[in-house]
C-alpha cells in the first residue's frame, strides 16, 4: 500500500479515555494516517499537553476543536479527516465544525442525540461533498462482513428472525458515583443524550442487524429500565421488533448483568439457514444449513469469502480481535478518501463502512424506542423525517 | 429403593409416538414403576396391540381411557398412577377420569387449553387428595435445580433481568403437510390449543423461569407470528415480560430457526451475580459473581449441592441427560406417592416435582400471551382467576 | 421390542459401588433385562442383604458367586447372562465359572489380569459356545458409533495420527489412604493387577482408538509415572504408538489432573479430514474434511448414519449421556443372545460390542506398556500370543 | 509512551511474505517504532523495489543485508535493530553480521540451525552487550503472562504434568510441491534445518512450557514421521518429556491434521490445581483448583493480574489477538532498549521476553529430539554444552 499517509486529527481521546486510545491504534495499524494535530481534552492546557505526550509537534496540539479546525484549515499540510472520540452530546458541533473547514470526519457513535442534528449533518455531508463514517466498528470484523454477504448471497432464504443482544455487566453498581469518567459521562443525559444502555450498546446491536441482514427497523416496542437505583438512563433495554420483508426480532441491551464483558451476539435466521456470531470470539460464524451439520466457518480459512479476505491480515486461527476489525474501519475509509482525492472509483469492499445515513438512522432508532417506553411498550416506528436524503450516497 | 415398585398405566404413547417412549424409559430408569396398564393409541384395536407389544398383560391393554379408568378401579392390583401422554386437547378429560378413579396423576404439558379447565383440575385434585404432577421435565436437570437452591441462597442478590429463550428447527417447513404425526397435532389448533411455539416450547421456558427465579410473572407484551404459510399458530413467539419483584425479562420460543434442535436456555441475572444453563450441555452451570471470575459448576462435582446430589446419579464427567432429567420427575413423584401411602412427610428435596398449581399458572400466561398479541402488543397481566386456590398445596 | 426380558444375574455392584448401579440402570433402561439374581459383595452375609435390598428374590440373593453359579445351574429359569463388576483380579475365576454354567457373560475391563488368563478366557468362551461381552462403554455413543463408520467409509482417508487422551483428577491426593473404596481396590497392585490409571483409562482410551479406527496398536514407548507419593501403580501414563498401516498414535492416562472429571477425548486424522469426539459433550462430533469449513455432526440430526442411529433413543437436542451408552452395550449384547437362542444372525449394527477378544487386546496392550515402561521407554511389540484365537469370532 | 520512536531496520519480509508483514504491524501498533531501512528479499533489485513499496526511503531500501549492516554504520541516524524474519538457515549470518554493526536483534526461531551457532550467538550477543530478543510471540500474550504468574505463585503447587500441542493442518498434501513459498522453504533441509514440524512449531511449543512453567527439559524420547510422501523433514512430532523437579510432559506437533489451523494449546497440572490455554481463544484461560469450580479468568477482568494488565490493550470482552500478543513482544523489547540508552533498569515486566538464551535452548531441544528419533526413541538428555554462558544475563 504505497498510497500516501493521510494525515489525521482527532477532537477528544486524551488522559484515561478508552476510546481515543483504540481509534489511534486503529489508525496505526495498517500504516495509512499519520496522527498529526489534535484537541485531546476539554480542558484548554490539558488538552495542549496530552498532545504533546500522543506525539503531536506542539504548534498542532490544540486548546479546543475550534481553533483546531480554524488553523488546520491555513495550513498546507493540514488534516485529511478527523476523528471525533468525544461524548455524545459534542459530536453535532464538532462535525459541524470540520465539515465546514472541509474535513472528512469519523465520528464516534451515537451519530448526535437528536434526530433534528443528524438530519442537518447528513444536509451538510452532502453540501460539503466530504466522507462521513460513523465508526460502528464491529462492522469491520471479517466474519461480519462473511456474515452480510452470505445473507446477500441468499444462502439463507427470506429472512423471518433475528436476535440480537448486547449485555455488560461493568454498570451493575453505582460506578458514576465513584466519579469514573467513563460510566459519568454515560449515564448523565446532558451528556450522552436520551438513551443509555440503549445509546452506548443498542445502537451497535441496532447497526450490526441492519448490516448484515440488510433489513430495516420498522417498527418497536420497548421497554426500558433502569435498575441501579439513582440513575437516569435505562441500564436495561428490552425491544422488540417488525422488520422489513415481514421479519421480526429482538434486541437485548444491558449494563447490568454480571458474567458479561461484552457480548455482543446476533443470530439470523431465514427460511433455509441460520447463522450466529458472537464478538467475543469473532472469528467464527456458525452456519447452519436447515438439514445439513452445523458447520464452522473459520476467518482466513479456505471457505473465506472475498469480503471476509478483504478484511483479514492473518491466516486462520491466528486470531484477529477489536482492534483489527476498528482499523479495518480506518483503512476502509482511508480508501474512501483516496478514491476522491484520486477520483477514482473505490474499491466496492471498501463501500460497506457505516455512514452518515446509518448514523441517522440509528439516531432515529433510539428516539422511536425512548417514545416507546414512554408509552408504556406501544409499538412505535422508526420515522426518518427525510427520505429525501436517505435517497442520496453517503 | 426397597418401597415397592408402583404400578403405572399410560395413556397415549403408542407407535410412532416420542414422548410416550420417553415416559417408559423414565419411568424404568430408576426402577421405581412397573408399566403394567395402558390405552395406548386413539383407535382401540391399535391401542390394544400397542400395549401388548409394549410388554403389557392383554387384559390390561386397554381400547380406550375409559374403560381403562373403569377397570382398572375393580382391579386389586390396579394401578397407583398414570401417565397421560396424549395431545393437549386431550389432557383435561383423561386426567378429569383418572383423577376421579382414585388414581395419581402424571401428566404432560400443557396441562389444558383453557384457564378454565385447569383450574377444574385444581378443584379436582384437591378434592381427590391426589398427588397431580406435570411433566416440566428440564426440572429435573441436576443443574436446573443447583440453579434455583443457588438463587434460593440469595447468591445473585436481588433479581433484575432473566432472558429465557427455547428454540427450534424442526417447522421451518410446512412439515405438517407431509402427514408427520407429531407436526400434525401440534400445529392444529383443534388439538394443540391457542398457541404453537408458545404452547409447545413457551411453556416449559416459563416454568423454568419460575422454577429457577422463584419469580412469577405479571404482565406479558407478546407478538407471536406465523412464519411458514398456510400455518394456523405461532411458529415464533417473542414475549417481554414484568415479573415480581420488579424484574423484567424476555421469553422466545420457535420452531423455525435452522440449526437449533433444542436451545432451551436460561440466563438469570441479580445485583450480585448470574448465572446461566443452557439445555444441550445441562451438567454444567455458569455462574458469574460479579467482579470475579467466572465459574462453570458440574454436575456431581465438588461443590454440588444438596439439592443437585439428590437428583444425580453418576460421579462428574459422566454425562447425564434428558432421560435422566425425566427420570427424576418421575422418581420424584414416586416420592411423593410413597409418602402418602406411608402416611409420612416426604424428601422436601423431591417436593419441587411441577403441580397442578404450575400446570395452571402455565395455561395462565399462555392465554395471557395470545391476549396481548391480538391487542398488538398490549401489555396484558398474567391473571389467575382462582386465587382461593393457588394458596393450596400441590 | 416384545422378545422376552433376558434373566440377568451380578457379581459384585453392592452397596457403595459406583459402577454395579450403572449396570443396573443400562440393563433397566431399555426394558431388554430383569435381574433376578446375584452376588453383590464379598462378605457373604452383606451379599444376600444388598440383593435382597435391591430387590432380588431372596433365594436367589447368594452369598458368593460360586454358590450362584452352582444354584442358577439348577433352575428352570436360570439366569441368561451374568454382569461381572468386582475389582479385576477377580474378573477371571467369575467368568471362569459363569462360562462353565453356560451362562453369558458381561465383565467388566481389563478384563483380565494377565494376559495368560484372557487367553485362557478366550478358549473357553469359544469351548462354551457363549457371548462374551467386555464393556468397553464408551463404544455405545451414539457418535462414537458414527465416528467408527466414517472412517470405515474412506471419509478420512489413509489414517496418520491418533492422538487420544483420558485425564480424570480424583486420585490427585492419596486418597486411598482415606479408606475410599473405589480409590483402594484400584490403586492396589494386588486387586488391580500391573497397571493403575493405565488399567482403569488408557484400556478404555485403547479401546476406544482401536473402535473407532479399527488399527491396531503394534509397538508401544511408554512413560509411566506415580506421581503421588506413596502410590505403588501408575497415576500418569504417556505412551507412544506405532498403529497398523503406518499409523502414528499418543495415549495419556492421568489421575491426577486438577480440573478433569472424565475427560477422554480422541481425536483421528486422516489424508483427507479429521474428527474429533469428546466424552463429556458425547452427542457431538467434529468433522474436518481438509479445505472446508468444520462440521458438527449431532446425534440423531439429518446427517446421522444407520449405526449412529441405532444406537440412538432420543431427537437432537435432547441429551443422551453415559447411561445410555452403557444401555446400548446392554441392548446389543441382548440381541446377540436373542439372536443365538432363535438361531438366527444378529442385527450387523449389535455386533460391534466389545468381546473377548478385545478383552484379550486390551490386557495385551497393557502388558506391553508395562514392559515398555520397564525398560526405560523401549519400544516394546503388543504381542498377541494367540494367533490362532484372534481369527475366531467373538 | 513520549519516548522516542526507535528506528527499526528488517531483513527480509518482501512480497509474499506472511511474517514479515506481522512483524510490521507489531512494531507499529504501540508507536514505539518506526521502520526506516531493510533488504526485504534474496533478490537483489526486488529487494530495493519491495523497501520503496513498504515506505521506505529509496536510500535505505537496500539489495542485501551485508550491504544494509555497512551502510547504515555510517548513519548518524541508524537503526537501532534489525528483525530479522529470513528463513532459518540464515539467522545465523545475519544476527552475526548487525551485532558486529552494533545493533540490537529481534529475530525469528528457531534462532539458529544448530546448536554450535546458538552457542556463538550467544557469546557475540554478551560480547557486543546488545538486547538480542527471538520472537517466541506466544509469550506476549496476556494470559500466558498470566498463567506464568499463576504458576510462579504456587497456585499449582510443585508441577507435575505438561501437556502441550501445536497442530496445524496446511501441509497436509504435498503443498510445496506446487511453488508454495510458505510450503518450500520449511520442507526443505537445506533451508529449515533439521526439523519440520518440530522446527517450525515444536520450537514455540516447546518455549510457551518453558515460559509458563519456568521447568526445563531434561530429556526426551521422539517418534518423528514425514506423513506426506516425498518429504524429507517430519510433518508429526511425538515426544515425550522428562522435566525439572520430577514433572513429566507430551508435546506434539504436526502439519498434517485436517481441522487445526494454528491450535497451540498447554496444560499444566500440579499438585493442587490445573491450568490449559489454547491459543485460538487467547483472551481466556481456565483454572481449576483440585476441589472446586473450574474458573475462566478473562484477560482485562476484575481478576487480572499486573503481569496481565501490562500486556493488555483492550478491556475485557473486546478480544485481543496474535498481531497484539506479537505487538507485545516488541513493545517490551523497545522497554529494554530504551532503558539501556537511557542507563536505567527495564520495567521487571519486560523482561520476560525471550531472549538468546531461550533461543539457545530451544536449538538443544530440537537436536535433542533429532537424535531421539534417530536412535528409535531412546531418552536423549537435552545438553547445552555452554553452562558458563546460561549464566549470563540475557
Known amino acids: 500500500m504505497s498510497a500516501r499517509k ?13 476510546i481515543g486510545a483504540v481509534h489511534r491504534m486503529a489508525a496505526r495499524l495498517d500504516g495509512c494516517y499519520d496522527i498529526v494535530a489534535g484537541a485531546f481534552g476539554a480542558n484548554p492546557a490539558q488538552s495542549i499537553k496530552d498532545g504533546v505526550a500522543l506525539g503531536v509537534a506542539p504548534d498542532r496540539a490544540y ?4 481553533v483546531m479546525a480554524a488553523q488546520e484549515a491555513q495550513r498546507d499540510d493540514r488534516i485529511d479527516a478527523v476523528s471525533i472520540v468525544t461524548p455524545n452530546h459534542t459530536h453535532f458541533a464538532i462535525a ?3 465539515l465546514a473547514a472541509g474535513c472528512h470526519v469519523i465520528c464516534e457513535k451515537p451519530m448526535t442525540t437528536s434526530l433534528v442534528d443528524a438530519a442537518e449533518l447528513l444536509r451538510l455531508t452532502r453540501a460539503a461533498g466530504r466522507i462521513f463514517v460513523v465508526t460502528h466498528n464491529y462492522s469491520g470484523y471479517p466474519m461480519v462482513r462473511a456474515a452480510r454477504e452470505l445473507v446477500g448471497s441468499g444462502a439463507l432464504g427470506a429472512l423471518r428472525v433475528v436476535q440480537v443482544e448486547y449485555p455488560q455487566d461493568w454498570l451493575s453498581t453505582r460506578v458514576e458515583a465513584t466519579g469514573q469518567k467513563q460510566a459519568s459521562w454515560r449515564t448523565d443525559p446532558a451528556l450522552a443524550g436520551v438513551a443509555g444502555s440503549l445509546g452506548d450498546l443498542g445502537t451497535h446491536a441496532h447497526h ?3 448490516f448484515i441482514t440488510r433489513l430495516e427497523v420498522e417498527a418497536v416496542c420497548a421497554d426500558l429500565s433502569n435498575m441501579v437505583a439513582g440513575r437516569a438512563l ?3 433495554a428490552h425491544v422488540m421488533m417488525r422488520l422489513s420483508d415481514g421479519a421480526r426480532g429482538m434486541l437485548w441491551a444491558s449494563q447490568i448483568c454480571p458474567g458479561n464483558d461484552n457480548a455482543l451476539r446476533i443470530r439470523v435466521y431465514g427460511e433455509k439457514a441460520g447463522l450466529e456470531w458472537a464478538q467475543e470470539h469473532p472469528d467464527q460464524l456458525r452456519f447452519t444449513p436447515l438439514g445439513e451439520a452445523p458447520r464452522i466457518l473459520c476467518r482466513g480459512g479456505a471457505t473465506a469469502s472475498e469480503a471476509a479476505r478483504h478484511a483479514t491480515r ?5 486470531p484477529e ?5 476498528f482499523a479495518q474501519v480506518y483503512a476502509d475509509t482511508a480508501e474512501l478518501i483516496h478514491a476522491q482525492i484520486d477520483k477514482r472509483a473505490p474499491n466496492p469492499l471498501a463501500t460497506v463502512v457505516p455512514g452518515v445515513v446509518d448514523g441517522l438512522i440509528g439516531v432515529g432508532f433510539l428516539e422511536a424506542c425512548v417514545a416507546s417506553a414512554a408509552q408504556n ?3 412505535v416506528s422508526v420515522r426518518i423525517d427525510c427520505p429525501d436524503l436517505l435517497s442520496l450516497s453517503r
Chains 1, 2, 3, 4 share one sequence.
Not at 486548546?63 to 475550534?66: E, V
Not at 492473518?314 to 491466528?318: E, M, Q, S
Not at 480481535?321 to 476489525?325: H, L
Open 6 to 18: 493521510l494525515r489525521l486529527g482527532m477532537v477528544g481521546g486524551g488522559r484515561g479515555a478508552f
Open 63 to 66: 486548546p479546543d476543536f475550534r
Open 96 to 98: 459541524h465544525e470540520f
Open 208 to 210: 450490526l442487524l441492519r
Open 234 to 236: 435505562d441500564d436495561n
Open 314 to 318: 492473518l491466516p486462520p486461527g491466528h
Open 321 to 325: 480481535g477489536y482492534i483489527e476489525a
Open 377 to 379: 411498550g406501544r409499538w
